[in-house]
């Protein structure tokens, strides 16, 4: 199981970004994968989460109506677009797959490599 991550970079306050967690070796749709960061100094926190059954979704409080995922079946990815940045958002930003939504970052199985995203002026 592999997943790639893409999106990250430098972005000014209030802009956006759109992470990508292309999978190979699993099926995104079977598993549920979540969305988590790791700011330095801090835990892993869960972002986000779309589940394998009916696709509904989760969101931590911090995000909550700026960020958005979603996921696209025929390209075995899953996104997770970010808007209205702000600086405390900045963190390494990994995907991961687990059997089903949990904020517990310890529950899931495979795990991408991770982007970094900085929120700065």
């Known amino acids: 199981v592999q997943f790639v991550v893409s999106g990250g970079g430098l972005v000014q306050p209030g802009g956006s970004l759109r992470l990508s967690c292309a999978a190979s070796g699993l099926t995104v749709d079977y598993w549920a994968i979540g969305w988590f960061r790791q700011a330095p100094g801090k835990e892993r926190e869960g972002v986000s989460c779309i589940s394998s059954s009916d696709g509904s979704t989760t969101y931590a409080d911090s995000v909550k109506g700026r960020f958005t995922i979603s996921r696209d079946n025929a390209k075995n990815t899953v996104y997770l677009e970010m808007n209205s940045l702000k600086p405390e958002d900045t963190a390494v930003y990994y995907c991961?797959?687990?059997?089903?939504?949990?904020?517990?970052?310890?529950?899931?199985?495979?795990w991408g490599q991770g982007t970094q995203v900085t929120v700065s002026s």
């Open positions: 991961a797959a687990t059997g089903w939504c949990d904020s517990a970052y310890d529950t899931y199985n495979y």
